[in-house]
């Protein structure tokens, strides 16, 4: 500076020209500073913190600069930071709470903010800004979240007309798992779906189990970003197949039928009972006249044949 006091004039041209094109920048707003941060996406696991770190070049001092990192649009921001303070203010309601600053190395330009307890909708890009002024600089950053679900459940199936299926659910999966079968595995159906509330996915897939050389089979479902598995084994009950089921079902068959005429068979012994009763009421009636009225009547409405019409004492 002192050197352009002495006179500008003397100065070769080359060098105005520079120092020109060093202060255009902070005149129209352009900062002389670039804002960095990590290439790769950032790996976050689903309910642990994740650190979203940006860096100034050259790495002069973020002291008094504004930090800001945001989704979609600068406000409302994840999290704003300037002069040592957090501005809770410009905060989405969904990162309330949520998120601390990181001071990495501020004299080097170097910061980070921390999402605590993170959820699917984490997941996807962010920005950092620094701002100093009217000059700002911002970088592109990702965040990938990954979470590993719950350990899959194996049932069997036994259908009509489609044989017997194994199913295997699950869910909290992020994002989208991949499923394998082991073992017997036929023709088969998988179906994923996402929670409205979560984002997570769950999955439901089933096989077709065949009578065969292979008794247990077993359903892995996995998160290739984390490599991490989860996996059910099962095994199949007593040898099954169509034919074996349709024994079973005709045996089923002949048990109940038995049942119904036992049930049948003492329904009519027991009429049978009551029949013979009456008749031995009205043969004692013939012969012994009304000389016992009193013990006749509690057992008449019962004993009583239909077409007659029951006798009341007077
Ligand atoms: C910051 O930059 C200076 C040179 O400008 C360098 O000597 C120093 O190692 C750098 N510090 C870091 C942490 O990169
Ligand atoms: C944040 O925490 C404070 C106190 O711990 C609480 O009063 C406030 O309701 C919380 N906000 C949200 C959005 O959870
Ligand atoms: C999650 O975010 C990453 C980038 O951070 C993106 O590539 C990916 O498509 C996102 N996943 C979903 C399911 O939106
Ligand atoms: C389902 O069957 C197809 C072929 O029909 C096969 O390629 C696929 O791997 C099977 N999926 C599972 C989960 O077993
Ligand atoms: C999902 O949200 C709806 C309403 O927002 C609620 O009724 C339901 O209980 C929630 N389900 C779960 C699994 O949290």
Same mark, same amino acid.
């Given at each position: 500076m002192a050197r352009i006091g002495s006179g500008a004039a003397s100065l070769p041209r080359s060098l105005v020209f520079l120092v020109f094109l060093k202060l =255009?920048? =902070? !005149? *129209? +707003?352009?900062a002389d500073f670039q804002v960095l941060g990590p290439q790769q996406p950032v790996l976050a696991v689903l309910g642990k913190d994740a650190e979203l770190p940006c860096w100034l070049s050259p790495n002069i001092s973020a002291h008094l600069m504004e930090l800001r990192w945001f989704r979609e649009q600068p406000s409302p921001a994840v999290h704003v930071h300037h002069a040592g303070q957090d501005k809770i203010g410009e905060q989405m309601p969904e990162y309330h709470n949520r998120t601390s600053f990181v001071d990495l190395d501020m004299a080097? +330009?170097? !910061? !980070?903010? @921390? *999402?605590? @307890?993170v959820t699917a909708s984490d997941n996807g890009s962010y920005h950092c800004l620094f701002k100093e002024g009217r000059a700002q600089e911002a970088a592109t950053l990702w965040l990938q979240v990954a979470g590993v679900g719950s350990k899959p459940r194996i049932q069997v199936i036994h259908t009509q007309d489609r044989g017997v299926w194994a199913e295997c659910t699950s869910d909290g999966w992020y994002p989208q798992p991949e499923i394998k079968w082991k073992g017997q595995t036929l023709p088969n159906e998988t179906k994923f779906s996402v929670s409205a509330n979560t984002s997570l996915w769950a999955v439901v897939s089933r096989v077709a189990l065949q009578d065969g050389a292979v008794d247990s089979f077993s359903c892995s479902i996995s998160n290739t970003l984390l490599s991490e598995e989860k996996v059910a084994n099962s095994h199949l009950p007593a040898p099954f197949s169509r034919g074996s089921q349709l024994r079973k079902q005709r045996l089923a068959l002949a048990f109940s039928l038995l049942a119904m005429g036992l049930i049948m068979a003492g329904v009519i012994y027991l009429f049978g009972n009551c029949q013979r009763k009456a008749y031995r009421t009205q043969l004692t009636e013939e012969t012994e006249g009304g000389r016992d009225e009193q013990s006749q009547q509690a057992s008449m409405p019962r004993a009583m044949p239909l077409h007659e019409t029951p006798r009341r004492t007077q």
């Open positions: =255009l920048p =902070l !005149a *129209i +707003g352009k080097q +330009g170097k !910061a !980070a903010v @921390r *999402i605590h @307890r």
